[in-house]
């Protein structure tokens, strides 16, 4: 089955607002990390998350992995956001089917 | 450092040809990763290396692929015979000890 769900599955976004997205698993995890896909292609990790919160500039994360979720957030959105956000689990990276993030200027 | 390094970034081959993609992992890291990215399937893993071993290859789509890692240094995947069902990007990538997965630029391939 699926073992990573991603929502929303688009989103578009005016420059300056708020938005989360949201990947749940459907198992235990030991290893969850975040990656934004840029629109060259280039995947960028931007968090190691296996639980708790991290922060870093404009974007923080949140895993609870009792709750088997974990959360993305970006604040003050800006072009440069756009792209494909991708959740991936364990050490094999099951990812999930990305948000696409559209920031309009 | 200089990141995962990749070659070559695209490739342009004719069905039946053999394809060979190149991985250089980050100094230090003991595994290495390849993934594939199409529109169709996503993002998906082929193989994973621990320590130049090769862990789990599940993934390989079928026996035209193969890995190797002669050392803790490289990398390449082999297609042979090329299909242009196999034009994706691939990606390799590195880790120490399964923390922090670290992506190379990818290997843009075409098939025709």
């Known amino acids: 089955g699926i073992q990573v769900e991603q929502s929303p599955p688009d989103l578009i976004l005016q420059e300056g607002a708020n938005s989360t997205l949201r990947c749940n698993f459907s198992?235990?995890?030991?290893?969850l990390q975040w990656f934004h896909q840029n629109p060259w292609g280039q995947l960028i990790n931007l968090f190691y998350?296996?639980?708790g919160t991290k922060q870093n500039g404009r974007l923080s994360a949140t895993t609870v992995a009792t709750e088997r979720y974990s959360l993305l957030y970006i604040s003050s959105s800006q072009t440069t956001d756009s792209g494909v956000y991708f959740c991936?689990?364990?050490?094999?990276?099951?990812f999930g089917a990305g948000t696409t993030v559209t920031v309009r200027a | 450092d200089a990141g995962v390094i990749q070659s070559p970034r695209h490739e342009v081959t004719e069905m039946g040809q053999e394809v060979t993609l190149r991985c250089k992992p980050i100094?230090?890291?003991?595994?290495l990763f390849w993934y594939r990215q199409t529109m169709m399937r996503g993002l998906e893993l082929l193989i994973y290396?621990?320590?130049?071993?090769?862990?789990?290859d599940s993934g390989m789509p079928e026996d035209r692929f193969s890995a190797k890692m002669p050392n803790a240094s490289f990398s390449t995947l082999k297609i042979q015979p090329s299909e242009p069902r196999d034009s994706a990007v691939y990606f390799c990538?590195?880790?120490?000890?399964?923390?922090?997965?670290?992506f190379g630029e990818g290997s843009w391939l075409t098939v025709v």
């Open positions: 991936g689990k364990d050490y094999k990276l099951s």
């Open positions: 290396f621990n320590n130049n071993v090769p862990i789990d």
């Open positions: 998350i296996p639980s």
């Open positions: 100094s230090g890291h003991d595994y």
């Open positions: 990538a590195s880790s120490s000890a399964g923390n922090t997965i670290y």
């Open positions: 198992d235990s995890v030991n290893n």
